[in-house]
């Protein structure tokens, strides 16, 4: 079964520097799609970033981006420039590409960002 | 406003009760997925209906059940509620395509007393 693991349960940051959150992943599939989501302290579920195995270049979304490296089963997020509300939780998922009939989402348990003045 | 309409938003209820959570999809979107959130755990995900079927059950315990209308809103059923059932409650949706993620509601917090 495919897993997903996030090793920083929580980081810290200093506002307009770069941090970087790490994922790793296992799956014995070659096409797949990762995801970063974002859960602020609403707790609404906010997609922050994807890419898809098949891709080469590392996705990338503003001040987001990530390093992709799928040999090593490596997803990890760099936002720079942090910001003050970027504080939040940080979920990296896992889809199959071909599961079912669209595949569900596989989470790790999260890290959690905090943001310093 | 993600599209995906979660109700209610709060629900209190006691042991043994049942409950019932309602969720309506983003326009377009024919599957949703249910996931339960407790407080020290990530998104366990617990069931998936596309276009009214039944397609892929995770964790989800047998007190527990949902289905998906005609209309594609889904129900997620709760019954003989107990303390650890207590979380946050979020269906999603998705468009057809792996590609993109899914859209989530802002969740049912469900506190079992």
């Known amino acids: 079964a495919q897993t997903v693991t996030q090793s920083q349960p929580e980081m810290s940051v200093q506002e307009a520097e770069t941090v970087t959150l790490s994922c790793t992943y296992d799956t014995s599939e070659s096409d797949y799609y990762l995801f970063w989501y974002k859960q602020p302290p609403s707790r609404q579920m906010i997609l922050v970033i994807r890419?898809?195995?098949?891709?080469?270049q590392n996705a990338t979304e503003n001040r987001f981006s990530v390093n992709f490296q799928k040999a090593a089963k490596s997803f990890s997020l760099k936002i720079s420039d942090s910001q003050l509300g970027d504080a939040a939780m940080y979920f990296c998922?896992?889809?199959?590409?071909?599961?079912?009939?669209?595949?569900?989402?596989?989470f790790g348990k999260g890290t959690k960002l905090s943001v310093k003045p | 406003d993600s599209g995906v309409t979660q109700t209610p938003k709060h629900l209190i209820t006691a042991t043994g009760q049942r409950v019932t959570l309602r969720c309506s999809p983003r326009?377009?979107?024919?599957?949703v997925y249910w996931y339960q959130q407790s407080l020290d755990q990530g998104l366990q995900f617990l069931i998936q209906y596309y276009n009214g079927e039944e397609r892929a059950k995770g964790n989800i315990l047998e007190r527990f059940s949902a289905q998906q209308f005609p209309d594609l809103h889904s129900e997620l059923n709760l019954s003989s509620l107990e303390l650890g059932d207590s979380a946050l409650y979020f269906c999603?949706?998705?468009?057809?395509?792996?590609?993109?993620?899914?859209?989530f509601g802002s969740g049912t917090r469900l506190t079992v007393v």
């Open positions: 998922a896992y889809r199959e590409a071909y599961g079912g009939s669209q595949g569900n989402l596989i």
């Open positions: 999603a949706s998705s468009v057809p395509g792996s590609y993109y993620g899914y859209t």
């Open positions: 326009s377009g979107d024919l599957s």
């Open positions: 890419q898809e195995a098949y891709k080469q």
